[in-house]
């Protein structure tokens, strides 16, 4: 079974460019979820869907970030635009049912360098 | 809102040596999971702990959930170079309905 997949692994672009990252979860997991994980830290959550609905997007800068998930399966995180303190990694994550115990499987994330 | 703190921040073990790291919190946690991520890479479910008192053993890995469900550890036995990493543990929080991580425990070992 293939894992949670996530493109690109890398992005290097300059301040004020947009940038945009692609998720494809586990299939069959209803529940995909976004996270930032800055350097020596743990995730925290951006965004969680159920479906195609955002259940959970009170942790994300809607002034600048977007996110979506038309068909309940793909999701996209837009950052538009982008600033120095946006590099980190850009984690998604997928689960059966985005219960208490459900366990999240996370992707291998994306690299994202603001210069 | 309800965090979990994680001590020590940085453990540097010996190859062959035991250690404990811990996760620690002020409030009653419904459950505790506990995660790992190597070098560049991704977290990496490794459990989960319910109960009260819950005990759990992987090979040389060891969780246990504390009797007031405040607390969680993990322990190591005869650290091996493939334990390199940071472990994480996550809290579930159900005032907002999501998974809280810690600032996690990375791990050095030294041949």
């Known amino acids: 079974e293939a894992g949670v997949v996530q493109s690109p692994r890398y992005k290097i672009i300059e301040k004020k460019q947009p940038v945009a990252f692609w998720c494809n979860p586990i299939?069959?997991?209803?529940?995909l979820y976004w996270y930032l994980q800055n350097l020596g830290q743990g995730p925290e959550l951006l965004i969680r869907y159920e479906n195609e609905e955002a259940v959970d997007d009170s942790q994300l800068p809607k002034d600048r970030f977007s996110a979506e998930r038309l068909k309940g399966v793909d999701s996209t995180l837009k950052i538009q635009p982008a600033e120095l303190g946006d590099s980190a990694v850009y984690l998604c994550?997928?689960?059966?049912?985005?219960?208490?115990?459900?366990?999240?499987?996370f992707g291998p994330g994306t690299r994202l360098t603001v210069l | 809102g309800q965090q979990v703190m994680q001590i020590p921040q940085y453990q540097h073990v010996q190859e062959g040596e035991d250690f404990t790291t811990y996760c620690n919190s002020s409030?009653?946690?419904?459950?505790i999971q506990w995660y790992k991520q190597r070098p560049g890479g991704h977290p990496v479910f490794l459990i989960q702990l319910v109960k009260s008192g819950e005990v759990k053993k992987q090979k040389r890995l060891t969780f246990q959930f504390g009797e007031a469900k405040k607390n969680s550890s993990l322990h190591i036995t005869a650290t091996q170079t493939t334990d390199v990493g940071t472990y994480f543990c996550?809290?579930?929080?159900?005032?907002?309905?999501?998974?809280?991580f810690g600032a996690g425990t990375t791990v050095t070992v030294r041949a």
């Open positions: 996550a809290a579930w929080r159900s005032n907002d309905y999501k998974l809280s």
């Open positions: 299939s069959g997991h209803n529940t």
């Open positions: 409030t009653t946690l419904s459950n």
């Open positions: 994550a997928s689960s059966q049912d985005g219960s208490s115990t459900d366990t999240q499987y």
